[in-house]
T-cell receptor, first 116, second 114 residues
């Protein structure tokens, strides 16, 4: 069966410090990968998605970046954190699908980031 | 992706059925209707999806209006563990480079009273 891992679970960082959040998926190959974030309250915001190694699409311009160095590894980074980056960050995966299909996304447990 | 409209919150009593509505008047012919839910402090989880016909699975049922401009997620017997935010999302059919992204709205916060 497939499993998605995220770490760390919680993180407290000072303003201006760098960030690296990691997400890995087990039990599947060539998944689509996604980074979302959720500020206090509801509503997830899609940040990045990737359909393959080295292929990153950005949805929202900001001081965050994403990389996919391996097939089942997705990393969210920042060179300098802002107070507004405090949020709940979620990684998700979905099976790679052929044209004209639909699929389900599976979410990780999330990382709660507080920037002070 | 077309927009969906859901009530901000709903209440239910334990062991009673719950009908969560969703309006999507601008849905296109190829949009699938997906439902996810998010329990407190967890990531969202898939509940059900459909295109035109009503769908049932072990978690819930999805009733889709004939004109597809609205749908209803049905929890047949609400439990305390069903208290969550429920999201109704429209998804178009995928092509290779689209990645199948989900656009989340604000959802409906369901509270279940014992």
């Amino acid at each position: 069966s497939q499993t998605i891992h995220q770490w760390p679970a919680t993180l407290v960082q000072p303003v201006g410090s760098p960030l690296s959040l990691e997400c890995t998926v087990e039990g599947t190959s060539n998944p689509n990968l996604y980074w979302y974030r959720q500020a206090a309250g509801r509503g997830l915001q899609l940040l990045f998605y990737s359909v393959g190694i080295g292929q990153i699409s950005s949805e929202v311009p900001q001081n965050l970046s994403a990389s996919r160095p391996q097939d089942r590894q997705f990393i969210l980074s920042s060179k300098k954190l802002l107070l507004s980056d405090s949020s709940f960050y979620l990684c998700a995966w979905s099976p790679w699908v052929a044209v004209t299909s639909t699929d389900t996304q599976y979410f990780g447990p999330g990382t709660r980031l507080t920037v002070l | 992706d077309a927009k969906t409209t859901q009530p901000n919150s709903m209440e239910s009593n334990e062991e009673e059925p719950v009908h969560l509505p969703c309006n999507h008047s601008t849905i296109s012919g190829t949009d699938y209707i997906h439902w996810y839910r998010q329990l407190p402090s967890q990531g969202p989880e898939y509940v059900i999806h459909g295109l035109t016909s009503n769908v049932n699975n072990r978690m819930a049922s999805l009733a889709i209006a004939e004109d597809r401009k609205s749908s209803t997620l049905i929890l047949h017997r609400a439990t305390l563990r069903d208290a969550a935010v429920y999201y109704c999302i429209l998804r178009g059919s995928l092509s290779y480079n689209q990645g199948g992204k989900l656009i989340f709205g604000q959802g409906t916060e369901l509270s279940v009273k014992p």
